[in-house]
């Protein structure tokens, strides 16, 4: 089951602190550090450094912040075409969704004021005239034209002014944005990683070189290209939680959860004191802990995890910001089933409840959970009930939404467990293995349960080690030092008669424990210990 359609990585407002910058162009509030953006306009210089402080907030997605400082701009200088421009593109959030009719109206009117007003150079007419193309004749056609639109603008751009690095930075991003989300040669992303790398080594302090680096290598198959962008942008940009945030999305794909932690913790922090300003930070918030509950559970801190689980489940719906509640909700859902299911506490996992009011797809969260749960624990009865709701859920969402791809996925891994539950093997491995596949050939999330992990634990459940060992090996190279990965192959490996191998499995695991008082290592290791 995937969170990635149903997460907002949404943005927190900065507050209304007065811009200041250095003599380098160095964005800030009192004590704020965006980063270093240098975009110069024909606008008035007195709202030059002021207009690359919203560039800079843009690159962080603190989009909310970037408008109000936009608006500035133009009550400065009436005449800066371009600040209406920065207000268009603070309302198209490119990675994270279609904007609302209402957002589309208005951006493209502030895009026909920018027109009107007539900036004075042919390159600042190229940028205003590249999100035309994705404002224009909104109703008449979809995002994805749109989006396409934009990008072919922007490539254009970049191309008629190879020496700007803001059109650089920007087409990257459109690629990012218009790229399919089932392309396994992700050409997109790496067409993107080919323009931001040699902008990182002469802009090291860029906050969106950095962050769309992250973006565009935020796949299994990439992920190591995105570790020293991962490493800096957080210091780039420590005033911002996303920025802070963000590294984890790498930190996660390579099983760094020290440093994943670290990240998320530090963004949570940020949050809390925005808050404290009376900024809405929640949504912000949510996306952290999401990474930290899992972090956790890799480590084996399930007292912390279960703390996040908790967390979530004593916030009142109804102090969930405008907007968000949906986001809200999923979470609700998917924090005790993951904390259920990488605890392997499968009754405990069978006796979850969907959240109470949450739209189908995030009741369904619950159900794939209980149908995983009643696999493992070879329920035929409870597993049925559970694949029979998740499809009604699934029949619900589709009606409101029918780009809810990802729920296929989640239907496969029920109805594989389901089909075990059933002693149906040979079914449940082959719909088990070809989702495991599916994620292998374009990527899963990066707090998502692996697909060949459960495939693993299935032939383990069917003693047939050897095999299990494989799958095990072939999920960890994808999803590295995860707990039950580790440990899974160490059980696997030992019951194939391969006592060291078993042992390295084991002594990585408790690595990554070390310094934890993990009850579940204690535990599993006295179970059954590999090597004794």
Known sequence: MTTSSLLLTVTLALGSLPALADEGHQHHAIGEKLGTVVFPTSCNPAVQKPFERGVALLHSFEYDEAEKQFVRVAESDPGCAMAYWGRAMSLYHQLWGAPSNASLKQGWELIQKAQKLQAKTPRERGYIEALAAFYRNPEARDHHEREAAYTRAMEKLHQQYSDDSEAAVFYALALLASAPDDDPAHKSEKQAIAILEPLFAQQ????????????????????????????????????????????????????????????????????????????KTLHHKMHSLDFLEYAYLQIGDDRRAKAVVDQIAAQPAGQVEAGYRAAFDTLRAYFPAMYALETQQWTAALALEPPVGAAPDSQAITYWARAIAAGHLRDRVAARAAVKQFESMMRAARKSDSSLEYLQNGHDEAKAWLWFAENKNDKALKLLRSVADRQDAVGKDETELPAREMLADMLLEMNRSQEALVEFEKSLAVDPNRFNGLYGAARAAERANQPQKAATYLAQLQKNCEGVNSARLETLTKRERPGS
């Not at 984890?248 to 940020?270: D, K, V, Y």
């Open 204 to 279: 090291p302090d860029h906050p969106g070189i950095a962050h769309y680096l992250i973006h565009a290598s935020d796949k299994p198959q990439l992920a190591s290209l995105g570790l020293a962008a991962a490493r800096r942008y957080a210091e780039i940009a420590s005033a911002s939680p996303h920025a802070v945030h963000m590294p984890s999305h790498i930190f996660a794909r390579l099983g760094l959860w020290q440093e994943s932690i670290h990240s998320n913790l530090a963004a949570i922090e940020i949050a809390d004191q925005m808050a404290a300003m009376h900024a």
